[in-house]
């Protein structure tokens, strides 16, 4: 199948964007890579009268420090994400999930603002930003700038906090502290394959202080593990940690496996990184 027929047009800058967007209507997308856009579009999944490119608007592209955060443009590719000494150093989590995302050909085009702002619960990068807890900066056709914080942000099934005629111009990662340690793990049944669970952490320390464990390919949306993300701060032992996931995960069964499958992974994936976050193997950089 392919798209049905709709608009296009190129937007050079923010104030842009806005004015063509308006001009379209509110249901018109925003579109930079497309790797998700364009295929529910050719699947007539989604009826959109017209797409806006904002590939050339270069406020939203680049990887900055800005003090105690690191601010990741809209538009940056997760190829970028691979090769940022800024994100090697200081959050090695994204290296690590843009590594696991699809084949080399969609990391080039895909981009940060598009993934986070179609919202997979299978996908890599949202599950990050809740783990990293992460700001989004948003946009709205006024000028005015809102920060949402991730745990916010993702709202269920593909669905979002963006309101009518507002777009992500950025988000602001939290610097990983010193001795701090970073992981994500998942479990596909191809390499490049969506995961049929994965899971995101991060603590301060070996210890596990101030750990945040989040599941995807588990629920409508990346899933704080909260329970066991406390019990992992607190020392729990294997039998506390196991009964406190299954208190925050419930997943539905579906082509990719039954819940009780997806229950099993979960667990095993979370003794896993829970043995890597001790490790000072994945401590300060990127794998």
């Known amino acids: 199948m392919k798209a049905a027929s709709l608009g296009y047009a190129r937007a050079t800058s923010l104030d842009e964007v806005f ?12 579109i930079a890579g497309g790797q998700s856009l364009v295929a529910s579009l050719n699947l007539r999944l989604s009826d959109v009268p017209a797409l806006i490119d904002i590939n050339h608007v270069e406020a ?19 190829r970028d994400l691979l090769d940022s000494p800024l994100l090697a150093e200081h959050a090695p989590l ?24 179609y919202a997979d619960p299978a996908a890599e990068l949202p599950a990050c930003m809740v783990a990293l807890d992460a700001t989004l900066v948003l946009l709205g056709e006024d000028g005015a700038e809102r920060r949402v ?22 988000v602001e990662v939290p610097k990983c502290p010193s001795g701090g340690r970073q992981r994500l793990i998942e479990l596909s049944r191809r390499s490049g394959d969506y995961a049929l669970v994965g899971v995101a952490a991060c603590a301060a320390d070996a210890a596990l202080s101030r750990a945040r464990i989040v599941f995807f390919g588990v629920g409508e949306k990346a899933v704080l593990a ?40 979960a667990v095993v994936l979370l003794r896993r990184v829970l043995a890597d976050l001790r490790s000072d193997e994945w401590r300060g950089t990127a794998h």
């Open 19 to 30: 004015a063509l967007w308006r001009e379209a209507g509110e249901d018109a997308r925003l």
């Open 60 to 78: 939203l592209s680049g990887v900055n420090d800005r003090g105690d955060v690191v601010r990741i443009g809209a538009l940056t590719r997760h």
């Open 94 to 117: 994204l290296p690590q999930a843009a590594q696991q995302i699809a084949h080399p050909a969609i990391r080039t085009r895909g981009s940060v603002g598009g993934s986070l702002a």
């Open 149 to 170: 914080r991730s745990d916010d942000f993702f709202l269920g099934l593909f669905e979002t906090a963006l309101r009518p005629f507002e777009m992500i111009v950025a």
């Open 226 to 265: 909260a329970g066991a993300s406390r019990a992992a701060s607190d020392g729990a032992d294997e039998a506390a940690l196991h009964g406190a996931l299954m208190e925050d995960i419930d997943p539905m069964s579906d082509m990719n496996g039954t819940a009780a499958f997806k229950r099993h992974l």
